[in-house]
């Protein structure tokens, strides 16, 4: 990315307009969810103001805003004593706002430096042959349409699964919500009972407790943005396998599967985690690192869909094995495991000390729409590639 030198004192940066866009999009949906309307208008604004341009302006507004925030924070309620409680916040609605406008124009400049500063460079000092049309060196214009263009398509149905959830999926169970908002009153995990009281509940798939009780945007807007991750994540892997009609298939099969199904929030975050496990726990280049990763990942997934925990052994399995050599990795094995073990570990720990038992539900529940969502992630991903695989000719 070059920056150009225009008639006013603020140089310009060559940026495309979908390389815009694809930060513009990400950063206006974070201030989506982290404020509703007002952090989407934030964002927006913030994002605008770098179309182009550096970030010099949303960078200097940032702590501005902060120091708003400060004053409004004691102005608007006098601070006393007992002034950290959960209603800090609601009792100061301006200093609130101003907060959450410095931390989304903070974003907007971290990410848009980290974005720039990660473009390409020339390998060597440009030379005539170097240079494009205009005159500049190092943009590679052909190659990055070329790309956009690519990937335009999966950008269509990720998003198309988004509002498709968003539309169509059910609302998280009566049991799950009755937990949550228990838990974000701060009455502790529990259920409340037909006299109004509350009992200590461990039934519940904890991570969909947790983003219905503290997440910002709802138990929806989580649902779509976790099968949008799910579709974007079976669309990469199968990418680094197969071509471009593969890759297609792959993800309109997990939106479309995942929109039929009925994910529910559970379901939706099984999916996106279990494709986030599948991404890092990747054969090709894989780590120790990027085992422990995958194992996190799936570790998370099982705080969402607990029944998997009974599919750690395979996992581990599978991380230690290079499928092409046939090579044992115990290393990376063991990295996954332990990744998963220090996800799993603080709630089963709980469990047993609440409930004397890793599974206090008398009888284990298995809902159909979180087996059915990673039946979807999975046959959409493998499809493809054994499709593919068939095509080409060997030898």
């Not at 199904?261 to 985690?273: E, I, K, P």
Request: a negative charge.
């Amino acid at each position: 990315m070059t920056t150009t030198t225009t008639p006013s004192d603020t140089p310009a940066v060559d940026e495309a307009l979908a390389g815009f866009a694809l930060r513009a999009v990400p950063l206006a949906a974070a201030g989506w969810l982290l404020g509703g309307w007002v952090g989407l208008a934030a964002a927006v604004v913030g994002v605008g103001s770098t179309f182009r341009r550096p970030p010099t302006l949303v960078a200097a507004a940032a702590p501005v805003a902060l120091v708003v925030a400060a004053l409004a924070t004691v102005i608007e309620v006098p601070v006393d004593g007992d002034a950290l409680r959960s209603s800090f916040a609601d009792d100061r609605p301006t200093a609130a706002t101003a907060g959450l406008v410095a931390a989304l124009f903070a974003l907007t400049a971290v990410v848009t430096l980290a974005v720039r500063d990660r473009a390409p460079a020339p390998a060597a000092p440009a030379v005539a042959s170097d240079l494009v049309g205009d005159g500049r060196a190092g943009l590679d214009r052909p190659a990055l349409v070329a790309r956009t263009t690519e990937w335009a398509p999966v950008a269509g149905i990720v998003l198309a699964a988004a509002v498709g959830l968003a539309l169509l999926a059910p609302g998280i169970p009566d049991a799950t919500d009755d937990v949550a908002a228990n838990v974000r009153l701060g009455m502790g995990w529990a259920t409340t009972t037909d006299e109004g009281g509350v009992v200590v509940d461990g039934t519940e798939p904890p991570l969909a407790v947790i983003v219905a009780a503290v997440a910002p945007g709802g138990a929806g807007a989580w649902t779509a943005l976790a099968g949008a991750g799910a579709t974007a994540a079976a669309a990469v892997f199968v990418s680094r396998r197969a071509g471009r009609r593969a890759v297609l298939l792959a993800a309109a099969g997990t939106a479309l599967g995942l929109v039929v199904v009925r994910a529910d929030l559970a379901a939706a975050l099984a999916a996106a985690l279990v494709g986030a496990a599948l991404l890092a726990g990747d054969p090709e280049g894989r780590t120790p690192v990027s085992a422990a990763l995958a194992g996190a990942a799936f570790g998370a997934a099982v705080l969402a869909f607990p029944v998997l925990g009974l599919a750690l052994p395979l996992v581990v399995a599978a991380l230690a094995v290079q499928p092409r050599t046939r090579d044992v990795t115990v290393a990376h094995g063991f990295a996954g495991l332990l990744g998963a073990v220090l996800v799993v570990a603080p709630w089963q720990r709980w469990l047993v000390d609440r409930f004397s038992t890793w599974a206090p539900a008398a009888d284990v529940q298995v809902p159909l729409s979180s087996v059915l969502a990673l039946v979807v992630l999975l046959a959409a991903v493998a499809a493809p590639l054994l499709t593919a695989k068939r095509s080409t000719p060997e030898g």
